[in-house]
């Protein structure tokens, strides 16, 4: 059977959501994964972006990571998406390529696909469950599949959030926690979606 197709899609202005991503990758690729890395293009105002120096720093660091496209998504056998919280719901700039894909939602293009979300924000309750459950209202009408870690693997005793990796920015980088619980996500949605691409094969 042909490897599974995984696109790690997410947006970053500081640098967590892109360390927390490229565990993700991680974890895809050690499950056997084909695996696209691909961020969402940046469109907050320049002087919004030059007023927090981490936020130049990051944009500078992160450029040669591929942005993010339609193609990606239709692509992917499983998809997981990656934001900051913005008051509780995804970043405006993952929500404006979420509108986007109208089209290839309309041709059944995302349809049977492994869906899975992970966040961060700046405080311990600064809205990480209700970002990653607005995402999946929009996989619900996508008629994906959704695939959280829930409390399947000992490290999610640890970091205690069955509904996907997460991390509190405010606290400093993800740590060791975080980065493994990310790793463990990505192998699990890659394993879920291998199993059901071998079940539609048989």
Same mark, same amino acid.
């Given at each position: 059977?042909?490897?599974? &197709?995984a696109?790690?899609?997410?947006?970053?202005?500081?640098?967590? *959501?892109?360390? #927390?991503?490229?565990?993700v990758?991680?974890?895809a690729?050690?499950?056997?994964a084909?695996?696209? #890395?691909?961020?969402?293009?940046?469109?907050?105002?320049?002087?919004?972006?030059d007023? &927090?120096?981490?936020? !130049?720093?990051?944009?500078?660091?992160?450029?040669? !990571?591929?942005? +993010?496209?339609?193609?990606?998504?239709g692509?992917?056998? *499983?998809?997981?998406?990656?934001?900051p919280?913005?008051?509780?719901?995804?970043?405006?700039?993952l929500?404006?390529f979420?509108?986007?894909?109208?089209?290839?939602?309309? +041709?059944?293009?995302?349809?049977?696909? !492994?869906?899975?979300?992970?966040?961060?924000?700046n405080?311990?309750?600064?809205g990480?469950?209700?970002t990653? #459950?607005?995402l999946?209202?929009?996989f619900?009408?996508?008629?994906?599949?959704? !695939?959280?870690p829930?409390?399947?693997?000992?490290?999610?005793?640890r970091?205690?959030?069955?509904?996907?990796?997460?991390?509190v +920015?405010?606290?400093?980088?993800?740590?060791?926690?975080?980065?493994?619980a990310?790793?463990?996500?990505?192998r699990? +949605? *890659?394993?879920?979606?291998a199993a #059901?691409?071998?079940?539609?094969a048989?």
């Amino acid at each position: 059977m042909e490897p599974v &197709n995984a696109a790690i899609v997410y947006y970053s202005a500081t640098g967590t *959501v892109h360390a #927390l991503a490229r565990a993700v990758a991680e974890g895809a690729e050690k499950a056997g994964a084909e695996v696209r #890395l691909r961020r969402i293009a940046e469109t907050a105002p320049q002087a919004a972006i030059d007023a &927090n120096p981490a936020w !130049v720093q990051h944009l500078q660091d992160s450029a040669d !990571v591929p942005v +993010a496209a339609l193609d990606d998504l239709g692509w992917a056998d *499983v998809v997981l998406f990656g934001t900051p919280t913005r008051f509780g719901n995804p970043a405006a700039q993952l929500k404006a390529f979420i509108d986007t894909t109208g089209p290839l939602w309309f +041709a059944g293009g995302l349809a049977g696909k !492994v869906f899975s979300a992970f966040t961060a924000s700046n405080t311990a309750h600064g809205g990480q469950e209700s970002t990653i #459950l607005a995402l999946s209202n929009v996989f619900y009408h996508w008629g994906g599949i959704i !695939v959280p870690p829930g409390y399947t693997d000992p490290v999610q005793f640890r970091s205690g959030n069955p509904y996907g990796a997460s991390h509190v +920015a405010g606290d400093g980088p993800p740590g060791e926690v975080a980065v493994e619980a990310a790793r463990y996500q990505g192998r699990r +949605a *890659v394993e879920t979606a291998a199993a #059901l691409k071998a079940g539609r094969a048989a």
